[in-house]
């Protein structure tokens, strides 16, 4: 009932607000519809305080333990793979198995020997488990060099990649997670960023540049619908039985964040405001741009560590998200954000109490003339309170 109530509530004065602002801007020729919105001059560094509360805990353990569970499950289950059945293994459907084969067989008929390949399944696990490795010892490597570093800005530059860049492809990695990239959407943003890249240099960068977009798109596509195939196959076991398991559960939620990591929304979505506020109207990343969000993001690392203890840095290093992100660069100011937020408050916790104990001991005639079809109130809010009391 509260719920029903809140969206009547929303769907009213949203409209208000709505024929209110079209009233006003339609009269203008040049409508300022972001006067009230502007982006932090210093960097938001002056905000920075006010990324701490106390749920930043409990995010920071789940993405430890997120981090851990993925890593574990994915180890276990590449090795299981591996030791498989010969005759198991022969039986599955891969693209990189076919490709691989009748590579093979072409040689073979050259060379006039039998082509007896039968992998399939070990070529994927391996180099997932390959990229696993790579991601923990870059990690490390971060970490190390962030500790060994006498220049400030290489020290907090290490800091930043290692929490914000490496650490989230860890926490929900698997080689499905190359599907990524040849998604339409992220292969049209990495096509801008290449246009952005290569458009003032010679044919020579160019080539290369275009050459290993378009390689490493197809080995991506490739590996990511072998890799896609096999933990399907790997976690079929779990949808049989008559029960679910404290194991089972644990590996079905670990499945669950790796698929739901194949798109990495969130990384995503902070690329794409990264682009809006450091690379300008033209949308495409340049160097210089580029290197500025670099700089960015290291000093926010080490203006967070001035701000707080270690152990809050820590957490707040760990779920940082692109709502801090946006809370930090964009102010919001003026008179069309004072009243705004002056009249979504006008009616307190207290009132809406007194509408729901108010609307419940109403007859069914009295609550069909204070709620219209459309849900929404037909009389001000101050009515509804008088007539629901």
């Known amino acids: 009932m509260a719920h029903f109530i809140k969206t009547a509530r929303g769907a009213r004065r949203n409209a208000k607000y709505r024929a209110k602002l079209w009233s006003e801007f ?8 972001f006067r009230d919105i502007v982006v932090a001059k210093d960097g938001g560094f002056s905000e920075v305080a006010s990324l701490w509360n106390r749920t930043r805990w409990f995010s920071a353990l789940l993405v430890l333990a997120t981090l851990a569970s993925n890593t574990v499950v994915l180890i276990q289950a590449d090795l299981a ?27 073979c008929n050259i060379a006039g020997t039998e082509n007896t390949y039968e992998g399939g399944v070990e070529i994927i696990c391996v180099l997932e488990l390959a990229g696993l490795l790579t991601l923990w010892l870059h990690l490390l490597w971060l970490i190390v060099s962030a500790g060994l570093a006498s220049r400030e800005e290489t020290k907090w530059t290490y800091v930043e990649k290692a929490f914000w860049v490496t650490l989230p492809e860890l926490s929900s990695y698997s080689a499905m997670r190359l599907l990524h990239f040849v998604s339409p959407s992220v292969m049209l943003s990495d096509i801008y960023a290449e246009m952005g890249y ?74 794409r405001l990264f682009v809006f506020i450091f690379a300008g109207e033209d949308s495409q990343m340049q160097p210089r741009e580029a290197a500025l969000r670099d700089v960015w993001n290291a000093m926010l690392a080490r203006q967070i560590r001035r701000k707080f203890s270690f152990a809050r840095w820590l957490a707040i290093m760990l779920s940082f998200s692109d709502e801090d992100f946006q809370k930090l660069v964009l102010n919001e100011q003026g008179t069309l954000h004072d009243a705004t ?49």
């Open 26 to 33: 339609d009269e203008q020729a040049t409508p300022d519809m």
């Open 81 to 107: 793979a591996m030791s498989a059945s010969a005759s198991k293994r022969s039986n599955d459907f891969f693209v990189s198995k076919y490709i691989i084969d009748g590579f093979l067989s072409t040689l």
């Open 198 to 271: 290569t458009a003032h240099d010679g044919w020579f960068v160019f080539v290369k540049h275009w050459a290993k977009l378009i390689i490493s798109r197809w080995v991506f596509f490739v590996v990511g619908i072998d890799a896609l195939l096999l933990k399907m196959r790997e976690n079929e076991y779990i949808t049989h039985g008559e029960n679910l398991s404290l194991l089972k559960a644990w590996k079905l939620l670990i499945f669950i964040s790796q698929i739901l990591g194949i798109v990495q929304l969130g990384m995503f979505v902070r690329e």
């Open 341 to 389: 937020r002056g009249l979504s408050q006008s009616i307190d916790e207290q009132g809406l109490h007194k509408i729901m104990r108010g609307y419940s001991s109403m007859s069914e005639n009295n609550r069909s003339e204070l709620i219209s079809d459309d849900g929404s109130f037909q009389s001000s809010d101050e009515e509804a309170m008088d007539r629901a009391g």
